[in-house]
Antibody, heavy 119, light 111 residues
Framework: QVQLQESGPGLVKPSGTLSLTCTVS?????????WSWVRQSPGKRLEWIGE???????NYNPSLQSRVTISVDKSKNQLSLNVDSVTAADTAVYYC????????????WGQGTTVTVSS | QSVLTQPPSVSGAPGQRVTISCTGS?????????VHWYQQLPGTAPKLIIS???NRPSGVPDRFSGSKSGTSASLAITGLQADDEADYYC???????????FGGGTKLTVL
């Protein structure tokens, strides 16, 4: 059974870069899944950030695309998220999750990691 | 505007049936993209409970069911139990966003 675990700094300064890693265990990041990042604001709204396939193909939320980069490190079985020029509006719980295609939904989620943007 | 709209809250007594609606538009649910439903218990990650409009992943009780018609979808929960109290979210692909949309979430209270 695939498991996901997010990690990274819990506090980021305004205008800085938020960097998170999601480690995949119990399976290969090169398997037939898309790997997504989703965040949940303190108001509880879920927001899709973007996704990546092991080939490097990516899709990003247009509202975040100019500030977001998602990448894969096959040697470490990890995916990463970078968000540039952060503000308080980027404060959220960040989740990684996987899905096979748009007909299947996100079946496996990490436990989430809380990131606060504050000076 | 590409959004999925859910009622903020619903409630029901133990044993009763409740439904949660998810209203979209012609760029998502109405464009024949599937709807998925998630249950989020307090302090935990969302859990997929309905995929592809009507399918229950292994381990999800048959008290949970999904349906879809036109630009809307619904989640029904029968035989309400205290541990069904959670937030529920719908999700669908949107061809304008070219990505995923989530509904605003519905808080279910078991009276």
């Amino acid at each position: 059974q695939v498991q996901l675990q997010e990690s990274g700094p819990g506090l980021v300064k305004p205008s800085g870069t938020l960097s998170l890693t999601c480690t995949v265990s119990g399976g290969s990041i090169s398997s037939d899944f898309w790997w997504s990042w989703v965040r949940q604001s303190p108001g509880k709204r879920l927001e899709w950030i973007g996704e990546i396939y092991h080939t490097g193909d990516t899709n990003y939320n247009p509202s975040l695309q100019s500030r977001v980069t998602i990448s894969v490190d096959k040697s470490k079985n990890q995916l990463s998220l970078n968000v540039d020029s952060v503000t308080a509006a980027d404060t959220a719980v960040y989740y990684c999750a996987n899905f096979r295609n748009i007909d299947t939904g996100m079946g496996v989620w990490g436990q989430g990691t809380t990131v606060t943007v504050s000076s | 505007q590409s959004v999925l709209t859910q009622p903020p809250s619903v409630s029901g007594a133990p044993g009763q049936r409740v439904t949660i609606s998810c209203t979209g538009s012609s760029s998502n649910i109405g464009a024949a993209y599937d709807v998925h439903w998630y249950q989020q218990l307090p302090g935990t990650a969302p859990k997929l409970i309905i995929s592809g409009n009507i399918n229950r992943p292994s381990g999800v009780p048959d008290r949970f069911s999904g349906s879809k018609s036109g630009t809307s979808a619904s989640l029904a929960i029968t035989g309400l139990q205290a541990d069904d109290e959670a937030d529920y979210y719908c999700q669908s692909y949107d061809m304008i966003v070219t990505g995923w949309l989530f509904g605003g979430g519905t808080k279910l209270t078991v009276l």
